[in-house]
């Protein structure tokens, strides 16, 4: 019921109503409680569930029976929390990189709050901040990076193995060598090349650091199972347009022992041309379903020979791609050396008209483009 009540304040002159409610039913025990203003049968309700609530508790009963949708939320939210922070506390630093912590740091898992995570990571990073060497040498650009432990945490993890083929295929790897649009490479592959040059995802090399055979590793399915591995690059045929330059080649690998396989072509180091720019030089591993036999030793000394199409190998024998590993190598001295040892002369790209040093770089670049390379060989 609303009561009415006249109000005169002198300095104006007149008269305000103004209304307010009364609750015949409030107790003034409801009105201590947080200033809330309950009935009499709110406070017997609530009442009745604390009763069930210590019933419960004295008969081993789950008190989540009793609660509200609000109080089981914030109930199970706590619980997570602190699964959460014993989680959390249990694991090392991040700035060690250690494996442990980066395989269990996994944000994205359900049923965890990501705001105890990026509060962890927060005070992580300032107790980095707070040595004071560290952050000297990250200011001044001198600070060393575990670059073995990134290679076993990324580049040979599933997401490294992603980022490989999607080089590939900016490469135009994909297209040239395997003529496909896109690359499904589970196995990684590790090529490394004497005084640890590494192959990797299109780094560069020189000719001269690629000398040698290399030395490759990779992890098999089993031990039985057998794979092909080899060497090719879709640039610099001089024999026929388009078609790759089969560089080494071995068959009937068992397992990952590569020096157990019978090797049909003999490695035969980068040969860039002068004047053709950057060459792309790719390792596949194949896998094989049975063993490959009846082909016949390529010679080492033929170049013209060693015209190669990887795409028409794969669909003859039914080979799954499983490995891939690429460089780039542009000529240098020893490119020539090559070509003396195979017996033929050495090919040397250059323009049929001299370009006029008085053009600007536009005019220049248009000059590039009207005027074809021709190809001369080398006088020794």
């Given amino acids: 019921m609303a009561s009415i009540t ?51 508790a004295s008969r081993k ?10 109080d089981r939320r914030e109930l199970r939210r706590k619980e997570k929390d602190e699964a959460l922070k014993k989680e959390l506390e249990s694991l090392p630093p991040l700035y060690q990189y250690s494996e442990e912590f980066i395989k269990s740091y996994t944000p994205t898992r359900p049923g965890i709050s990501r705001g105890l995570l990026r509060k962890k990571d927060l005070a992580l990073w300032q107790k980095k901040k707070a040595d004071r060497e560290m952050e000297r040498a990250h200011r001044r650009r001198y600070l060393d990076v575990p670059l073995s432990l990134i290679h076993s945490n990324y580049v040979m993890e599933p997401d490294g193995m992603d980022d490989l083929a999607r080089c ?35 780094n560069v090399l020189v000719p001269a650091e690629a000398q040698k055979q290399p030395t490759v590793s990779y992890k098999p399915a089993s031990d039985e199972t057998l ?20 560089h080494w080649m071995t068959v009937n690998i068992p397992g990952n022992k590569v020096d157990s396989g019978e090797e049909i072509c003999p490695y035969m180091p980068p040969i860039p041309c002068e004047g053709t720019g950057y060459h792309r030089y790719a390792f596949v591993l194949l896998k094989q379903e049975a063993p490959i036999e009846g082909m016949a030793p390529l010679p080492s000394r033929n170049l013209e020979r ?3 199409s990887t795409a028409d190998f794969i669909a003859q024998y039914q ?14 001295e020893t490119v020539g050396e090559v070509f003396n040892e195979l017996g033929c002369g050495e090919p040397v790209y250059k323009l049929e008209e001299p370009i006029d040093i008085h053009l600007n770089p536009v005019q220049r670049e248009a000059v590039h483009k009207r005027h074809a390379y021709t190809r001369h060989e080398r006088k020794v």
């Fill in 306 to 308: 060693r015209t190669w």
């Fill in 61 to 70: 009963i789950d008190p989540v029976f009793f609660m509200t949708v609000k």
């Fill in 168 to 202: 590939a295929v900016h490469f135009n790897l994909a297209k040239d060598v395997f003529r496909k649009e896109g690359l499904l490479l589970p196995t990684p592959l590790k090529v490394r090349h004497p005084d640890r040059f590494y192959v990797h995802r299109g």
């Fill in 6 to 56: 006249a109000v005169m304040r002198p300095t104006l002159g007149f008269a305000r109503l103004s209304s307010t409610r009364c609750f015949s039913t409030c107790s003034p025990l409801a009105k201590k409680e947080k200033g809330a203003f309950l009935t009499d049968e709110a406070l017997a309700v609530r009442e009745a569930r604390k009763k069930k609530r210590e019933e419960a």
């Fill in 319 to 332: 080979l799954g791609i499983r490995g891939l590993a690429f460089y780039q190598a542009k000529w240098d």
């Fill in 227 to 246: 794979y092909t591995l080899l060497m090719t690059t879709p640039d610099g045929n001089i024999y026929s347009y388009r078609q790759e330059v089969l």
